[in-house]
């Protein structure tokens, strides 16, 4: 049950919601060095998740005309085009053989049988070729965090913590007041506007880690539509090992700018249950650099607040002193 | 705009700012009007039923009257400004499905349903002595005035203080920097409003104490004002900007003039009547100041970004060089 670090700091988030004998906590690490932008994942999602439309708009910001996570998007994919960079082999599968690859017929001379060994292909992506550019790509997703300011702000109790570890909303149960909107650190749960009449309109609403699959067995929708493997899902102890190994390879391939976000049991919010290999700093991709949940200050906040109604209790009193 | 705060050592560097295609990091509140309203009729009412408790207790019946009635009145609009808010009053009751300490909202909830009842109780009270009210029910309302009237007053200034939590205990740059004066913001200015309300309704002979809560609470809402702004950094910026700084810049000129007024010549009515509606509009100045800049620093992902690197670029000077 709550214990001392149930605002903040590391903790079983399932066995200190008062699981008895959760299953491993479950979650997602997103690789965004091999996400291709595909938009899989968002399709995979709205598909599942019976989500509608967010309009039909270009946003003028590359590829992105989704602009955010939200009621109705639940995986967003960011692009962020940048130039002035050098870029670095990730190792990502190419076209072309190999290296040391038999030689192939140059084209043209397809009635020439066995051409001389050591002519090169055409296409070729020596290094110094490659463009002063780089794509950056990263599909964000609700965080499910370790201490997950949402759930703790929620005055009806819609927002609870599943044996997984993750955070869900039950929507015959929140009563649409919006608190949970400012108090996410990442943006990510919002109400949903409309249409009027919709049974869902007016319903806070976010990713649930596609709570219903987990509790069948499968892997959520996005993870399963992503070809690239850059949405892994599983549990979230094992995740993190998988993606240490995954920076020292970056790392080690001169991608120096590479880090894990999200990763860390003690950071700001307890470590997520989502957590992401970024190829730059987070906020390039609109996520804050260092959240922390907003239920960490709150014992000084009722302090704070019990000190200032004190005050004004006693000076309702002084006014009530002296002449008429 | 203001200066940084005071005598923040120089030694790291400004934080860098990137943001992705200028989108907000966090997400405004969708809170219209209805919030900061709800917010200052609470302070209002709360502040009332502090001077009628008093009033009761110190024999001033006019004062007690219109602070008794005017907690009930403030109090039904700040219950139909929630309603609204929420937009399907049935669900209102699954905020009672719960108490939840984590939750300043579900604490404001039963704060409320507490301070409620006595409040209304101890307004319709003030029937006791009305021609046409059955003797025997006014004398029952009669003897169950007092305790009603003191109960509301006891529950009073956490209804007025428990709002500044609401606020703080989000993501919002602006509101949750402010945590450490925003309940005394609150407060002050909840003293403030009830004081111009009494010095609206109540004649000069019964109105010093509401004169001396008005006075009081303009000056420490100022002070106190000053002081968060100062401890705010860089967020406080949207205190000062936009529709945001007007209404702040109006809230304290009402609050400072309301307080002058009527310390000059609080005893003539029509200058009482005067500081007590600057007074009044002073305070739901502040309350719709603060929210808009709240909502205005969402919008900017700089207030959310800056602070978070500025913190983290602090935490790697301190930390030993591993």
Redesign the interface.
């Known amino acids: 049950m709550a214990g001392r670090h149930s605002?903040f700091g590391p903790i079983d988030p399932a066995a200190d919601a008062g699981w008895v004998d959760p299953p491993p906590r479950k979650g997602f690490f997103t690789d965004t060095s091999v996400c291709i932008g595909c938009k899989a994942c968002e399709v995979a999602c709205k598909e599942w998740n019976l989500l509608p439309d967010d309009g039909f708009e270009l946003?003028g910001?590359s590829y992105?005309n989704t602009?955010?996570l939200?009621s109705t998007t639940w995986r967003h994919v960011?692009f962020?085009e940048q130039g002035g960079r050098a870029s670095v082999d990730l190792g990502m599968p190419g076209l072309g053989p190999p290296a040391p690859a038999p030689a192939a017929p140059a084209p043209g001379a397809g009635a020439v049988a066995g051409a001389p060994p050591g002519s090169e292909p055409p296409v070729s992506a020596a290094p110094a070729e490659r463009p002063d550019f780089r794509w950056l790509m990263s599909s964000d997703v609700c965080k499910h965090c370790t201490h997950a300011?949402c759930l703790?702000?929620?005055?009806?109790?819609?927002l609870f913590r599943t044996e997984f570890g993750t955070v869900v909303v039950q929507p015959d149960?929140?009563?649409?007041?919006?608190?949970c909107?400012?108090?996410?650190?990442?943006?990510v749960?919002?109400?949903r506007p409309g249409p009027a009449g919709d049974p869902l309109a007016?319903i806070a609403q976010k990713c649930t880690l596609c709570y219903d699959r987990l509790r069948s067995g499968a892997e959520p929708a996005c993870a399963k539509a992503c070809p690239t493997d850059s949405i892994q899902f599983g549990d979230v102890e094992e995740l993190r090992e998988r993606a240490a190994a995954r920076l020292d390879v970056l790392r080690a391939a001169g991608q120096d700018e590479a880090r894990l976000y999200g990763a860390e049991p003690d950071d700001g919010v307890g470590g997520t249950g989502a957590f992401f290999l970024l190829l730059d700093?987070p906020?390039?991709?609109?996520?804050?650099?260092?959240?922390v949940v907003?239920?960490k200050?709150?014992p000084?906040?009722?302090n704070?607040?019990?000190?200032?109604?004190?005050?004004?209790?006693a000076?309702?009193?002084?006014?009530?002193l002296?002449?008429? | 705009m203001s200066p940084r705060g005071g005598g923040e050592p120089a030694v790291v560097p400004d934080a860098e700012f990137t943001s992705y295609y200028g989108r907000p990091v966090v997400k405004p509140a969708p809170w219209a009007a209805d919030i900061p309203a709800y917010m200052f009729a609470g302070g209002l009412a709360a502040g009332s039923s502090l001077l009628a408790a008093g009033a009761d207790l110190t024999s001033r019946p006019a004062l007690r009257r219109s602070g008794r009635v005017t907690a009930l009145a403030a109090l039904g609009f700040s219950a139909a400004a929630l309603v609204h808010d929420l937009g399907r009053p049935s669900r209102f009751l699954n905020m009672m499905r719960t108490v939840k300490l984590t939750s300043p909202m579900s604490v404001g909830t039963w704060i409320l349903a507490l301070y409620g009842p006595p409040a209304g109780l101890a307004a319709v009270a003030e029937l006791a002595g009305v021609p046409g009210v059955p003797r025997r029910l006014g004398r029952v309302l009669g003897a169950l005035g007092r305790p009603a009237g003191l109960a509301a007053g006891l529950l009073a200034p956490p209804v007025a203080a428990y709002t500044a939590v609401l606020l703080s205990d989000t993501a919002t740059p602006s509101w949750h920097e402010a945590y450490r004066e925003l309940p005394f913001v609150f407060v002050s200015s909840a003293a403030a409003a009830a004081g111009g309300a009494a010095l609206l309704a109540v004649p000069a002979a019964q109105a010093g104490p509401a004169r001396r809560l008005a006075v009081g609470g303009a000056l420490a809402e100022l002070l106190a004002e000053a002081r968060m702004e100062r401890s705010m950094g860089m967020t406080a910026e949207p205190l000062h900007q936009g529709g945001a700084g007007r209404l702040m810049r109006a809230a304290k000129l009402l609050t400072a003039a309301g307080a002058a007024l009527t310390l000059l010549a609080g005893r003539r009515r029509p200058v009482a009547a005067l500081a007590g509606a600057a007074l009044l509009a002073g305070s739901a100045c502040t309350r719709f100041g603060v929210v808009e800049a709240g909502l205005a620093s969402a919008r900017d992902p700089r207030y959310t970004v800056v602070p978070q690197r500025r913190r983290l670029a602090q935490a790697a000077t301190r930390s030993p060089r591993a």
């Open positions: 605002l946003l910001s992105d602009g955010a939200g960011a962020v300011a703790d702000v929620c005055p009806t109790g819609s149960v929140c009563n649409g007041c919006g608190y909107v400012p108090a996410c650190p990442y943006g749960i919002e109400r007016g700093e906020e390039v991709y609109g996520l804050p650099p260092d959240p907003t239920t200050d709150l000084h906040m009722f704070r607040a019990s000190a200032a109604a004190v005050a004004l209790l000076g309702a009193a002084l006014s009530f002296g002449r008429r």
